[in-house]
């Protein structure tokens, strides 16, 4: 079992940037491809981004390439999501999971934190 818990949304301007952290307890960390999946308010989760247990490959919504950058530090059992140029559209919760695999299907994923909430405002 793998229990994930967020850190590090807030309220910041557009422009801004923010780093999120998802801390997960459990020994097999490592083994797990880990996301970053949005609810942005009035709409469904959508995938953000995922990397595989190794870090080696990575996989990014289009509406975020090149602004943001999903890292893992696995000696830490710590995924985050540095978000740079942040616009009001990002304004969502932001939730890590952790799948066997990387995907962008949000059902294939095994365990899910509670969410941290970041506001972009214009």
């Known amino acids: 079992q793998v229990q994930l818990v967020e850190s590090g949304g807030g309220l910041v301007q557009a422009g801004d940037s923010l780093r999120l952290s998802c801390a997960a307890s459990g020994r097999t960390f490592s083994r797990y491809a880990m996301g970053w999946f949005r609810r942005a308010p009035g709409k469904e989760r959508e995938f953000v981004a995922a990397?595989?247990?190794?870090?080696?490959?990575?996989y990014y919504a289009d509406s975020v390439k090149a602004r943001f950058t999903i890292s893992r530090d696995n000696a830490k059992s710590t995924v985050y999501l540095q978000m740079n140029s942040l616009k009001p559209e990002d304004t969502a919760v932001y939730y890590c999971?952790?799948?066997?695999?990387?995907?962008?299907?949000?059902?294939?994923?095994?365990?899910w934190g509670q969410g941290t909430q970041v506001t972009v405002s214009s």
């Open positions: 999971a952790a799948a066997g695999a990387p995907t962008v299907v949000a059902h294939l994923y095994d365990y």
């Open positions: 990397l595989k247990a190794s870090g080696g490959s990575t």
